[in-house]
């Protein structure tokens, strides 16, 4: 075993290891983490990008002065390492090093869900051993299945693939004002290729297809011991031909020829999966909410590509968007009376934000298409801002005491949050 632990260690023995390119925005989030006590549990799609954060989180450590012999990474997918209970993997990590047990040591655990009975392994590691614990899993129902065994004792993040920013990182691309006009092409390529990493670094539709079905045969088949493997490829392809559109549980089930409670369980492991995202309906009414249609987004764009193929972009675009919200972890919803829908709404219903998403050129605030932004301003006169994005139109006026703001999708997706809320 020596060689596996000392071959994902390379740090023992100074050797230099990859860690890739830097996430700066996940790793100012980890900022102070080895001073907090709580488990780090990092979540997200296969092939997101976590293992990547994992090492470059040791990195920083490493340039920080931390010891190398009291850091340990576990890759617990590894088949002889799953099998062998993360107490003993820190005992011989103990032994190996002569470690006091009141040292504090790092330990980093990749895919954790693969090790049996992890839950419980990690509570007691943070209930009595001087450990920092940082582990990482591939689906959100690591979380949900402790039955409460961390509960108080973790910190949950989400990784997502590349945002346009890094995506523009990942491909070397810098920019400067005076070529902006760059920066519209480029974000439609982002669109269609969507933010997993190798795919940016080295494009092929046959890596996403691979991976789309490797994340539903590793994620959902596997896990939930599904019997009906086929139908959630079909229903996939259903949520990603309706991305953007009022969706019921009711209409998949009908074109699928199988029952409503089937298509609900099978897109919640979807969800779990991190592949897709469902929106409700903002409303003041809970009932109107849980019954009311939903409406379905994936968590990258280049797997909607793989599905309903290149183009579409103005739902693209709308998907981008609300992706770059949930990155926010704002409450999210979209308004809808009769045939006149806002997108996405924000904010609680003291002081909502509508936001509009209308990839085209030349829109200015008369559009008819903007008719659901005004009704909704209509409902709830305490609006005080409306985000309008766009194609290529940039302006911001006043209406009243409320300001219209439209902006460009590649702004929006480059801009701090300051910028807009």
Known sequence: ???????????????????????????????????????????????????TILKQLIKKQLGNGF??????????????????????????????FMHDRTKKLLLFLDEVQESSNWEAELKSIYDLENVKIVCTGSTSSLIKSQGGKLTGRQIVNIIYP??????????????????????????????????????VLNPSDEYLSNLLDDIIARDVVRLYQIKKANLLKDILRLLAASVGNRTSFNKIANVLGVSVDTVKEYIGYLKTAFLVKSVEKWTT?????????????????????????????????????????????????????????????????????????????????????????????????????????????????????????ATPLWKLLLAKPKDYW
């Open 162 to 199: 590349l945002s346009f920013k890094e995506y523009l990182t990942f491909n070397d691309i810098k920019w400067s004002h005076a070529e902006e006009y760059k920066l519209e092409k480029l974000v439609e390529d982002y669109l269609n290729n969507g933010g997993y990493p190798e795919h």
């Open 67 to 96: 010891p190398a012999s009291d850091l340990l990474y576990l890759a617990l997918d590894h088949p002889r390492l799953s099998k062998i209970p993360i107490a003993e993997h820190l005992k011989y990590f103990r032994k190996l």
């Open 1 to 51: 075993m020596d060689d596996i632990y000392y071959a994902y260690n390379p740090w023992w023995e100074n050797k230099k290891f990859d860690f890739g390119i830097l996430r700066t925005a996940y790793l100012d989030d980890f900022k102070d983490f080895v001073k907090r006590r709580q488990i780090e549990v990092i979540i997200g799609s296969r092939r997101a990008g976590k293992t």
């Open 285 to 405: 009414s809970y009932s109107e909410k849980v019954y009311a249609h939903k409406k379905f987004y994936f968590m990258d764009t280049g797997i909607k590509t793989i599905l309903t193929g290149k183009g579409d972009l103005g739902f693209k675009a709308e998907n981008a968007v609300l992706i770059h919200l949930l990155k926010r972890k704002q409450d999210i919803g979209y308004y809808a009376e009769s045939k006149r829908e806002v997108d996405f709404v924000v904010g609680g219903f003291k002081l909502p934000q509508p936001i509009e998403v209308k990839y085209s050129s030349n829109i200015n605030w008369q559009d008819k298409r903007l008719d659901g932004i005004r009704l909704f301003l209509k409902r709830y006169p305490r609006v005080k801002k409306v985000l309008v994005i766009t194609k290529d139109s940039d302006f911001e006026i006043k209406s009243g005491k409320i300001v219209i703001k």
